[in-house]
Nanobody, 126 residues
């Protein structure tokens, strides 16, 4: 079992930055591939970014490439999402997720992930 807790959301103006954190407990963190998803009002949950357990590979949705950066600190059992140049369309609840399978098949699908946090709200004003 893995427990995930997100933090760092808030209200920011367009062009601003936020850094989200997700801290894991209950399992060896370094054995987990980690992802970030988001869900805007009235929309389906969508993939944002993924990082492997070794931090040797990262994947990003086209909508956030060049603006968002995923990273992890295994010593702190924490994965981060640095969000720069935020746009109003980035407004959503952001969720971190853990994948125990250690492969990349279907990595953009929420069904691929085994554990989810409660989410943190990000609101970007125009």
């Amino acid at each position: 079992q893995v427990q995930l807790v997100e933090s760092g959301g808030g209200l920011v103006q367009a062009g601003g930055s936020l850094r989200l954190s997700c801290t894991a407990s209950g399992r060896t963190f370094s054995a987990l591939d980690m992802g970030w998803f988001r869900q805007a009002p009235g929309k389906e949950r969508e993939f944002v970014a993924r990082i492997t357990w070794s931090a040797g590979a990262t994947m990003y949705a086209d909508s956030v490439k060049g603006r968002f950066t995923i990273s992890r600190d295994n010593a702190k059992n924490t994965v981060y999402l640095q969000m720069d140049s935020l746009k109003p369309e980035d407004t959503a609840v952001y969720y971190c997720a853990a994948d125990v399978r250690n492969n990349a098949f279907g990595y953009t699908s929420e069904a691929r992930y085994d554990y989810w946090g409660q989410g943190t709200q990000v609101t970007v004003s125009s």
